[in-house]
């Protein structure tokens, strides 16, 4: 249906007949898909047993007015609406992701499936033709938490890119905020894609790593990716439904399943794999793979990404979130994305997944791909440190700590030329500081993190940079 608005808008003035024969070209060259993800949390439960769930899918389409709509696999999946919006668009116009955010009725806790299933993929080297992808949604109380199952968080680009010559290894975002244990697998049935034929280049590791390693030259080419993500508990539980029935399940049960779906495209040999020369190379205060980070309702977060690429250009950051992040360049390789979560995410989890895109002589290169989880509260961690600075004196970083198990408060004070911002201290001043203290001789695994801090005067020049 929305391909056929988009051929109208583009010819709107074509006689009927001509239309017709327009929409059978048009239908052909606007099946470009580059995949999907889904996954859900679950929100109220009414006292009359009628449940609501909220579904959160990414799809990627060449351009962002294709799309399509998820079906019931099965009748009982309620009642629901969706919006949708855009997420991110390749600068080049290759691919765009969309957001839909769909909220579900549903009379019973019962497991549903929703569905995706259409034609056609992007053009592919293990022959993908349609597109199919199912997710499967359990909602059961759980014994263990005493809540509906949540189902694993995570998100996907579109399309990643690798030199056919080089090493790398993808490590997908699979974190359950039950605590459940996470893997991934190909697709090997029907709903949940058609046909299901991996990419002959990656290994995938059933911790949702994909590592592709230099073969020849001749796997250059785009390769479909149908993946399944599923949660399995780590002790064997009782699932409850609303009828009071219980089914016990164990660590070999699976709870929810998801589709991740995209593309890597497998690109012409670089002259060299470094990281930092053809390819961009992350550096700090740009967060780790997979790390955790926090933000309370209604406080925005800035992510700081940093890169460099001596011989290609950077040209872009290129990201899947939800769709309220913005991104901001400010210049050299530096990108910050911000998220402010609603009152409404509070006590979630919300995945992010970046890569940095650098061009030269008309090639794209890309980094190394990094996704956080982004825990909508307070870090749980920031009370010991707090409660720690009020007991003990403020110290300087050359005492040592003897052991890891040690908490110590430190005042520092900060001349600057121009104002800083709390991030700004946080991202660039305290990881800068950190990095000085491993290198006097501390653990490189110190955390040193930000309590408070207050502005003492106004800006100047003339006091030496970091006093303690
Ligand atoms: C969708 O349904 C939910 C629950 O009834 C409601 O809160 C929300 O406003 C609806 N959204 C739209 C776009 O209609
Ligand atoms: C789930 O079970 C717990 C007890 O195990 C109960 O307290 C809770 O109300 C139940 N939740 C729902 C949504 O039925
Ligand atoms: C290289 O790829 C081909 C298929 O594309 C595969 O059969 C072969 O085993 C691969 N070689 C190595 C060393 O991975
Ligand atoms: C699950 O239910 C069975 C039967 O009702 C009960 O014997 C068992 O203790 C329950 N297990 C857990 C983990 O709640
Ligand atoms: C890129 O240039 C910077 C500054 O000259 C240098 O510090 C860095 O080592 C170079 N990177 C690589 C990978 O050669
Ligand atoms: C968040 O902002 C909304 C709208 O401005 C407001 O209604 C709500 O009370 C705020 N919640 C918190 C926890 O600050
Ligand atoms: C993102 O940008 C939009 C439009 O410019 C603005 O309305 C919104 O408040 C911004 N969000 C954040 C988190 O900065
Ligand atoms: C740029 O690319 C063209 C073809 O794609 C190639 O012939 C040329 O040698 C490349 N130039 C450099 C400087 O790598
Ligand atoms: C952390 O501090 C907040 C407020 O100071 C308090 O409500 C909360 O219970 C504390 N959490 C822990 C784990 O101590």
Redesign the pocket.
Same mark, same amino acid.
């Given at each position: 249906m929305l391909v056929l608005t988009w051929c109208l808008r583009v010819d709107g003035v074509m006689m009927s007949t001509s239309l017709l024969l327009l929409l059978l070209v048009c239908s052909v060259q606007a099946s470009h898909f580059y995949g999907t993800v889904m996954t859900y949390y679950p929100k109220n439960t009414h006292p009359a047993g009628f449940m609501e769930v909220v579904l959160r899918y990414k799809l990627n389409f060449h351009s962002c007015k294709q799309t399509d709509e998820w079906t019931c696999l099965n009748s009982n999946c309620g009642t629901g609406n969706f919006t949708v919006h855009t997420v991110d668009e390749e600068g080049d116009g290759e691919w765009c992701q969309t957001e839909g955010v769909m909220t579900r009725q549903v009379p019973t806790n019962a497991l549903f499936q929703l569905q995706l299933a259409d034609a056609a993929w992007i053009s592919n080297k293990n022959g993908i033709v349609h597109w199919r992808a199912v997710t499967v949604v359990e909602l059961r109380n759980r014994?263990?938490t005493g809540q509906a199952n949540r189902s694993p968080q995570t998100t996907m680009l579109p399309a990643v890119r690798v030199p056919s010559n080089c090493q790398r290894d993808f490590n997908l975002l699979a974190f359950d905020p039950d605590g459940d244990e996470v893997k991934c697998r190909y697709g090997n049935t029907i709903p949940e894609c058609n046909p299901c034929t991996p990419p002959s280049v990656l290994k995938l590791s059933s911790s949702c790593s994909l590592s592709f390693s230099p073969n020849s030259s001749s796997n250059e080419g785009s390769y479909a990716v149908q993946l399944v993500m599923e949660d399995f508990p780590r002790? +064997?539980?009782?699932l409850t439904h609303t009828n009071k029935v219980?089914t +016990?399940i164990t660590t070999h049960n699976t709870l929810s399943k998801l589709p991740i779906q995209f593309a890597i495209k497998v690109d012409p040999v670089v002259p060299s794999c470094t990281e930092g020369l053809y390819l961009p190379k992350f550096l700090p205060p740009t967060p780790n793979n997979r790390a955790q980070l926090y933000t309370p309702v209604n406080q925005s977060l800035e992510i700081s990404i940093n890169a460099q690429a001596n011989i290609s250009t950077i040209d872009e950051l290129l990201f899947s979130g939800p769709y309220n992040v913005n991104q901001t360049a400010s210049g050299s390789g530096r990108f910050i994305l911000r998220w402010t979560p609603s009152e409404d995410q509070s006590g979630e989890s919300h995945p992010m997944c970046f890569v940095v895109q650098a061009v030269y002589n008309s090639t794209k290169y890309h980094s190394e791909l990094r996704c956080v989880i982004v825990s909508v509260g307070n870090d749980p961690s920031l009370n010991a440190t707090t409660e720690s600075q009020t007991t003990q004196p403020a110290t300087t970083p050359e005492t040592p700590p003897p052991s890891n198990q040690v908490v110590i408060g430190l005042k520092v004070r900060i001349s600057a030329l121009s104002q800083l911002s709390t991030s700004d201290i946080r991202n660039i001043i305290v990881q800068r500081m950190k990095e000085e203290m491993v290198e006097q001789g501390l653990p490189s695994d110190i955390i040193l993190r930000l309590v408070s801090s207050v502005q003492v005067g106004p800006p100047t020049s003339a006091a030496p940079a970091v006093q303690t």
């Open positions: 014994s263990d002790q +064997t539980i009782n219980q +016990t």
